[in-house]
């Protein structure tokens, strides 16, 4: 079947999730972060949720909202979606002992030369009515045609002009063989084509690939690691206010990742170089806050 264009403006959830220390210090122990603001719950001001765990707490309603009736597709079709890019604003820093409201809509469906191309977007909200973040969700469906209209509602906001950037950091970092399975149970954010090589192999994949998130978040840790500090006493919650980035390539357990960044006066620029050479993240763009 093909999606059909008529879902655009359908909508999932309420989902309620307690964040708890628990699921706050396995999202940091995932990505390796050990970072007392996001590790040592003895600190007076208690532990943060790192930044990119807004992605993981959004993955029910993204993963729910294309199995909807009215978004049309099948099962097998679903195995050929891509999430392609991710375009998020934080509003709050997030500790424990809240309960996390997830809500979806699909906001875009458009004609593609590869397919059809979504977009959703998936907000968070804290028990008390407040907006935590709102993020803007492409995915593509490779092979699966579009059913009516190119029908587009919304589209993330546009960003600033981009800066000239001509100084540049890099940093290796190696991305162990069994990262994707630590990664799936610490994020809670499981598909067999990240841990099971049958299913990998059998999807046309030449191995077990890790998560875009994961290899988004480790680029973003590097980034928020080597942003401008504010004073002597920054060391409160990162103010990361929003950040970017399209999925563009592969990165296989057992090699390593290279990311660039560079700094700029509101943020930095930044993307992941596999170990082949390729774009693994492309068109990285993160802006923060004083």
């Not at 003895?42 to 729910?64: C, N, Q, T, Y």
């Not at 079709?77 to 002992?97: F, K, N, S, Y």
């Amino acid at each position: 079947m093909p999606v059909l264009s008529a879902a655009v403006g359908s909508e999932i959830g309420p989902y309620e999730e307690e964040l708890t220390t628990r699921k706050i210090l396995a999202y940091s122990a995932g990505l390796g972060e050990t970072s007392n603001i996001y590790f040592d719950d003895s600190r007076p001001d208690g532990i943060f949720a790192h930044p990119m765990m807004v992605m993981p707490l959004e993955w029910p309603v993204s993963r729910d909202l294309r199995d909807m009736p009215a978004f049309g597709v099948t099962i097998e079709e679903q195995r050929r979606v891509v999430h392609a890019e991710q375009d998020t604003e934080i509003l709050r820093p997030i500790q424990p002992g809240i309960r996390v409201i997830s809500k979806g809509r699909l906001v875009a469906a458009k004609r593609i030369k590869p397919g059809t191309m979504t977009v959703s977007r998936l907000t968070l909200e804290s028990d008390d009515g407040r907006l935590l973040s709102t993020s803007y969700s492409t995915a593509i469906y490779r092979g699966v045609a579009l059913q009516g209209e190119d029908t587009i509602e919304q589209l993330p906001p546009d960003w600033p002009q981009k800066e000239t950037t001509t100084s540049w950091k890099e940093a290796i970092i190696p991305i162990p063989r069994e990262l994707p399975h630590i990664y799936t149970e610490c994020a809670n954010l499981w598909n067999p084509i990240h841990t099971e090589r049958e299913v990998a192999l059998a999807a046309g994949l030449p191995d077990i690939i890790l998560h875009g998130t994961c290899t988004l978040a480790l680029a973003m840790k590097e980034v928020i690691a080597n942003k401008p500090k504010h004073g002597p006493h920054d060391v409160g919650p990162v103010k990361l206010k929003r950040f970017a980035g399209r999925f563009s390539g592969m990165v296989i357990p057992g090699s390593s990742i290279r990311v660039r960044h560079a700094t700029m006066s509101e943020g930095s620029e930044f993307e992941v170089v596999n170990v082949d050479g390729k774009l693994a993240i492309s068109r990285g763009r993160a802006i923060f806050g004083n």
